[in-house]
T-cell receptor
Framework: SQQGEEDPQALSIQEGENATMNCSYK?????LQWYRQNSGRGLVHLILIRSNEREKHSGRLRVTLDTSKKSSSLLITASRAADTASYFC???????????FGQGTRLTINP | DTAVSQTPKYLVTQMGNDKSIKCEQN?????MYWYKQDSKKFLKIMFSYNNKELIINETVPNRFSPKSPDKAHLNLHINSLELGDSAVYFCASSLRTGGGGNQPQHFGDGTRLSIL
């Protein structure tokens, strides 16, 4: 069964605006990762956040993790057309030797 | 200098045929994976190998057989293809296992399999 579920399923914003995507998961985790998938391409790793971290930044990306609520969010600031992609969260489902992915948020940045 | 490369990129074939997908990584990683992504973009792990040893074998029909000749290669052979096998298959690799979530995974660009 799915571990992570992203919300919203689709998001359309204007270029320059901020985009926020949320991920909820069911079981305890050691780590949570965010990936981007451009159309017709493979997934690209964005950020890994450990269960003892609350926030992490990478360029225009900001990830938060709230283990008490079993949720994470990905914020993309000052969005660009090139940010148009699907974004997935993935968890290790409590230390299992695998990543379990959500179904992703489809983000569209309108020029 | 592609890090994880899969061939072929597209595979169109008849039901009942047998086909193989090849994957190679030049990152020096120890662990490789096969994922299946369905039409709704849901990505699910199928197999994982660590240094040529099978460590994850999800509930996958035994028509699917992975083979790892060395730690840089992980191939997927599919027998008696069925309509439901139509999907995008992704190969990925990571530095080491020890909790699949501990390391970023690097993905190939996928093989789009269409069964007629």
């Amino acid at each position: 069964s799915q571990q992570g579920e992203e919300d919203p399923q689709a998001l359309s914003i204007q270029e320059g605006e901020n985009a926020t995507m949320n991920c909820s998961y069911k079981t305890s985790i050691n780590n949570l990762q965010w990936y981007r998938q451009n159309s017709g391409r493979g997934l690209v790793h964005l950020i890994l956040i450990r269960s003892n971290e609350r926030e992490k930044h990478s360029g225009r990306l900001r990830v938060t993790l709230d283990t008490s609520k079993k949720s994470s969010s990905l914020l993309i600031t000052a969005s660009r057309a090139a940010d148009t992609a699907s974004y997935f969260c993935a968890t290790d489902a409590g230390g299992a030797q695998k990543l379990v992915f959500g179904q992703g948020t489809r983000l569209t940045i309108n020029p | 200098d592609t890090a994880v490369s899969q061939t072929p990129k597209y595979l169109v074939t008849q039901m009942g045929n047998d086909k193989s997908i090849k994957c190679e990584q030049n990152l020096g990683h120890d662990t490789m994976y096969w994922y299946k992504q369905d039409s709704k973009k849901f990505l699910k792990i199928m197999f994982s190998y660590n240094n040529k040893e099978l460590i994850i074998n999800e509930t996958v029909p035994n028509r699917f057989s992975p083979k790892s000749p060395d730690k840089a290669h992980l191939n997927l052979h599919i027998n008696s293809l069925e309509l439901g096998d139509s999907a995008v298959y992704f190969c990925a690799s990571s530095l080491r296992t020890g909790g699949g979530g501990n390391q970023p995974q690097h993905f190939g660009d996928g093989t789009r399999l269409s069964i007629l």
